[in-house]
């Protein structure tokens, strides 16, 4: 649990082949099922202060309480996701903290002297913001917003989670505009 924003609620991890990391994480560590999407709809959304148009596939599971995620960048849009792929790496790149307060701590988090390096929205009050601070690769922080839409979706990607028994391993996102 932090003493910042409570408990972790997803790892966010960086891959190459999106579909492979689906595969694997279903056959072999036995989380599923994934909710895929070959172009998340991202608004508003800026990198160091700029507008950009990113093209990421984005796929979620659950594994009890904690959420995991895989991108794939599928355009060479600046982002956090390319810069971590840039350096070579592959892997855990974030953690993220859901908050029902997005501006309260995003306040918060930028006068304990945080730097927002990107952010975006994803449905109606489903703002995120990354911040550039990071100990090593994989410590970068994400708040998310989970208000909207986007926290109905999650609630339902746990739930689909509990008792999963390796049928249907990959399903499409849900219409986020109809949650």
Sequence with gaps: MSTLLGPIRQLGYVVDDIEAGMKYWSETMGVGPWFYNPQVPIEEYLYDGQSYQ???SVAL????????E????RNDVPSMY???MQKGLRGLQHVAFWTKQ????LQMMLDRGFTLKMSGCVGQNG????FAEEHHPG??????????????????IR?????WDGSDPVRPFPDLSKL
């Design 139 to 156: 410590t970068c922080i994400e708040l998310s917003e989970v208000l909207g839409p986007k926290g109905t979706m999650f609630d339902m």
């Design 70 to 73: 895989l991108i794939q960048t």
């Design 61 to 68: 599971a659950n594994s009890g309480e904690m959420q995991v």
């Design 54 to 56: 990113p093209h990421n």
């Design 102 to 105: 997005y501006d309260a701590d």
């Design 159 to 163: 739930e689909a989670s509990e008792g």
């Design 82 to 84: 390319r810069d971590y």
């Design 127 to 130: 703002r995120f913001a990354y």
